[in-house]
């Protein structure tokens, strides 16, 4: 239990976080 601490669980929502970001400017630069 302790391999999934909160500091992998807040990684892993930075992570999550860091995709979406990049869905977003790749979804822009479609519709361009």
Known sequence: MSKWG????????KLSDNIKTLN???NDTIRM
Do not use: A, V
Request: proline letters at 0%; one cysteine or more; hydrophobic letters at 25%.
């Open 6 to 13: 909160s500091c992998d669980f807040k990684q892993l929502t």
């Open 24 to 26: 977003d400017g790749i």
